[in-house]
């Protein structure tokens, strides 16, 4: 986009090492039984299609759609279901995975829709953390990298819909008008 351009912050193999890592993680933590994986549509769908792959025990996966910020850099405060998930995860271990937390308002919002449902647990998997922007303290168990606060795109995240099949996360810097 004119007036912006693309820093690598993580290339494509520093992103595949880390899921690596957070896979094995997972399979040691988790006890025998369903493992539910609910993906945040859409941001999350690289980073859930990686991760599935990386964790060897049985998975499910599913999808739920939140409303997104549009074309705009930060949270509206309102956060829309417009995808609710296929099947039930009463009982199951349900793993949100999510491609950034951020203000940590869209996480909390689904780990409270998700915990109604009575699953045996509830816990996030993000690709990216920002924890100087929180202001909805959140817990996230797997995290793949904390980053300072920058806008970043690719490998999922956009920036108006734009940006998601760059392989490397992005930082998108706003060149000084000239
Ligand atoms: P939160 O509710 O403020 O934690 O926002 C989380 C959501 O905001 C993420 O799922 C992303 O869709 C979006 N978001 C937050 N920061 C960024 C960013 O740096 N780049 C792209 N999307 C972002
Ligand atoms: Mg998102």
């Known amino acids: 986009m004119p007036g912006s351009s693309l820093r690598v912050l993580f290339s494509a193999q520093q992103i595949q090492t880390r899921i690596r890592e957070i896979g094995a993680q997972i399979d040691a933590d988790y006890p025998d039984g369903s493992l539910h994986l609910v993906c945040i549509l859409k941001g999350a769908c690289f980073f859930m299609a990686d991760l599935a792959r990386a964790i060897q025990r049985d998975v499910v996966i599913d999808f739920m759609g939140i409303s997104s910020y549009g074309q705009r850099k930060s949270t509206s405060g309102a956060v829309k279901l417009t995808k609710d998930l296929d099947s039930s995860v009463e009982g ?43 202001h909805t303290p959140v817990k996230v168990t797997y995290v793949g990298f904390q980053i300072p606060d920058e806008f970043v795109v690719g490998y999922g995240l956009d920036y108006a819909e734009r940006y998601r099949n760059l392989s490397d996360v992005c930082v998108l810097e706003e060149s000084p008008a000239a």
């Open 92 to 134: 199951a271990d349900v793993l949100l995975v999510e491609d950034i937390v951020d203000s940590g308002l869209t996480i909390a919002y689904l780990i409270n829709v998700l915990q109604q449902r009575k699953p045996r647990s509830v816990r996030v998997a993000a690709l990216l953390d920002k924890p100087e922007r929180r």
